[in-house]
């Protein structure tokens, strides 16, 4: 019987050693019928603490007349919780064409030029990537569990949504691990990468970043459901209300299979608000100077730019919303433009239903409208349907 450490760091693997003085290659049935660890290595369950893994792990008995050769395995941990299930095999000789013949022909596209190979279950909740190395020779096969994930939208430890708004100081004390510039491998996933993004100017924490391979996006997907895709981005996102955390994935990052970016948001209706008025504007912008603007929304100010960066809402694409400011000759505030993006026609009809529920019935036609504010402002939206979203613009009456 196999036996795991008793003890564990942070970010770091335990090794089973499988290699027996009797050898054979791995086979067919050494595997599951479906996607899943071999040797009942499926019996474990991503997110496990070790302790339950190691309950786990006195079910599982490998014999040692009949260990396959050449096969090292790992079990992958991060903050006391199991991820990644990898083997690390001498002999790769055949070991696709088995996997595929078990498992079905992958319907999990890799990333252009990648040469792994995945395959994913719904039903077991894991996802297998199989990658050859041309260094040294051989490959990983790697099983990423969706449990890992859990049911909630909240990034892994050590990243938490305690860093967001925190200070560098205050991460140095929350999460040391994070406190460089620099990215920190996430132990529990192959290949995965954790860092900050810090809010220009008052350097604290406005984003957390995930950073994981084609495989793990997958398993992600099967933890939370497949999100609201904005296809010409590529962006797909998830937002959690009660706790007004929002995950923003892009499949477009160089260097990188897939990229998840963590914020707080706040619900579009919240952001405009009831009356004629934004609420995520309290103080008044149209028809003030641009000083008496940015003292009244220093936060929200950055230099060299005549906007307000404001929170963001659900399909925002940046983690803050950008409100550009223009002003008249006489360097008055004259209105203000924002822009919200929609997935499809039918989220479109449903923003415009929004406004009309704020400003009253639209009037004009595809694809410019106007809004009959009784505030004494003038309401434009415009569709840009090449990127996706609606142009509004906020303002001052003409003379």
Not at 64 to 78: A, I, N, T
Not at 80 to 86: A, C, I, K, S
Not at 113 to 134: C, F, K, M, Q, Y
Request: with cysteine; proline share 8%; glycine share 8%.
């Amino acid at each position: 019987m196999s036996k795991l450490r008793s003890a564990i760091a942070i970010g770091t693997a335990v090794m089973l050693g499988l290699t027996g003085c009797h050898r054979r290659a791995l086979t067919a049935h050494d595997f599951p019928s479906r996607v899943a660890p071999p040797f009942g290595l499926d019996r474990l369950v991503g997110g496990d603490p070790l302790t339950k893994a190691q309950a786990a792990m006195k079910t599982v008995r490998f014999d040692s007349s009949s260990r396959p050769s050449g096969v090292e395995v790992k079990l992958m941990f991060e903050h006391d919780r199991l991820g990644d299930v990898v083997l690390e095999l001498d002999n790769c000789a055949g070991i696709s064409e088995m996997l595929t013949a078990l498992w079905g022909a992958s319907d999990h596209a890799a990333p252009v030029g990648d040469p792994n190979e995945i395959w994913a279950s719904e039903a077991t909740g894991w996802v297998a990537s199989l990658r050859h190395r041309s260094l040294q020779g051989g490959c990983v096969l790697s099983f990423t569990p969706s449990a890992f994930f859990g049911k909630t939208i909240t990034p892994p430890r050590p990243l938490s949504p305690t860093l967001l708004g925190a200070t560098r100081q205050r991460v140095t004390e929350l999460a040391p691990a994070l406190s460089g510039t620099h990215l920190k491998e996430l132990g529990a996933i192959a290949d995965a990468w954790l860092g900050l993004g810090f809010r220009p100017g008052d350097a604290r924490v406005q984003t957390e970043d995930l950073l994981i391979p084609k495989s793990a996006s997958i398993a992600m997907k099967m933890a939370w459901g497949q999100g609201v895709r904005y296809p010409l981005r590529p962006t797909t996102i998830w937002v959690d209300p009660e706790s007004g955390l929002r995950a923003t994935g892009n499949e477009d990052v160089p260097d990188y299979d897939y990229h998840v970016r963590f914020d707080h948001y706040v619900p579009l209706t919240k952001w405009l608000g009831p009356g004629e008025a934004l609420a995520v504007l309290p103080s008044p912008v149209l028809g003030k100077q641009w000083e008496e603007v940015a003292e009244a929304y220093g936060e929200a100010v950055q230099p060299g730019f005549h906007s307000l960066f404001l929170p963001p809402f659900e399909s925002s694409d940046q983690s803050e919303e950008q409100v550009v400011l223009s002003s008249d000759e006489n360097h008055v505030i004259s209105s203000l433009d924002f822009e919200i993006p929609y997935s499809d026609d039918n989220m479109k009809e449903s923003h415009l239903r929004l406004l009309e529920s704020k400003w009253g019935l639209r009037e004009g036609s595809e694809p410019e409208w106007s809004f009959p504010s009784a505030d004494g402002v003038v309401v434009r939206v415009a569709d840009f349907a090449k990127l996706h979203a609606l142009s509004v613009r906020i303002a001052l009456p003409r003379d």
